[in-house]
């Protein structure tokens, strides 16, 4: 075996690792296990984090590879690292709880289930497009996890049922004030990432993106339906996570979707 990919592998397990570890570490105080200090939970998450990319950089050459598993592995990549960066302006345990150990799973199919490609050729118009709207999926993705665990956390508040959870969240208005300060930045970038499709993108058919644009601008529609209807009626609630949830899931079914179908189910290859 090459040393190259030797060296990726060994690099891949110890970032998956290490993602795994630092959700253990977050979550120790919710099992009664003793509490490991959070900043330490978030280095190793922050090592793993590091050396995701380190992977991705070394198995897809050094560019930005968009076939379904290696795109996977990027945005839960991308994710884990806002992720981390939310959690240090303020504190969602439950977050690393859940989206370190799926971006471990993600890097461990890319690395070692999938088969081998290549990345497409992207001049840096294509490439500018494509950093937008993985940072604005991410964010709108991260704002989703909120929303269903809004969703816990108020029906457990009502029921007067407050499981473990409750101690990896913060108030719930501070869930709901966080989730919404997501969603008003991935609105924002999900917008650049429309009008840069439109400048950037010459073809939508020929490059495969016609479903993935209409969907996309149909996402856009619930986002800015939903911070509206915030801004002027003071939106909360179920409604909000049921916004927040649907629009999440056009979507994945804009890209990930279509993505899946492409490669999967019609062989074709397409940025």
């Given amino acids: 075996m090459p040393i190259h990919s030797t060296t990726m592998e060994l690099l ?17 105080p919710l099992l009664d296990q003793g509490a490991i200090p959070r900043r330490a939970a978030l280095v190793l998450g922050g090592i793993a984090v590091l050396m995701h990319f380190g992977v991705l950089f070394g198995i897809h050459r050094g560019a930005v590879d968009l076939h379904f598993y290696a795109a996977l592995s990027l945005i839960s990549a991308v994710i884990a690292a806002l992720t981390l960066i939310v959690n ?34 992207i001049d ?28 816990t956390q108020e029906r457990a508040l009502r029921t007067r049922r407050l499981g473990t959870w409750a101690g990896a969240l913060p108030p719930l208005t501070q869930t709901e004030s966080l989730m919404f300060k997501l969603i008003g930045g991935g609105f924002a970038l999900l917008t650049l990432t429309l009008l840069s499709g439109v400048l950037f993108v010459h073809n939508l058919h020929a490059q495969h993106q016609a479903h993935t644009a209409i969907l996309s601008l149909v996402a856009w529609i619930i986002f800015g339906v939903l911070l509206i209807g915030r801004w002027r ?35 074709r290859n397409g940025v």
Avoid: C
Wanted: aromatic share 12%; hydrophobic share 70%.
């Fill in 124 to 151: 840096w118009q294509i490439g500018l497009h494509v950093i937008i709207a993985l940072l604005a999926y991410s964010l709108l993705a991260i704002a989703a996890v909120l929303a269903l665990l809004l969703a």
């Fill in 12 to 28: 891949a397990v110890l970032a998956i690792a290490m993602y795994f570890a630092s959700a253990a570490a977050l979550a120790r």
């Fill in 233 to 267: 009626w003071g939106w909360r609630g179920h409604r909000a996570v049921n916004l927040t949830l649907a629009g999440m899931a056009i979507l994945l079914l804009a890209f990930f979707g279509s993505k899946f179908v492409l490669e999967m189910i019609l062989h």
């Fill in 88 to 121: 240090l302006a303020r504190p969602v345990a439950a977050l690393g709880i859940i989206l370190f150990p799926l971006a471990g799973l993600f890097l461990a199919i890319d690395e070692f289930l999938a088969p081998a490609t290549a990345p497409f050729p």
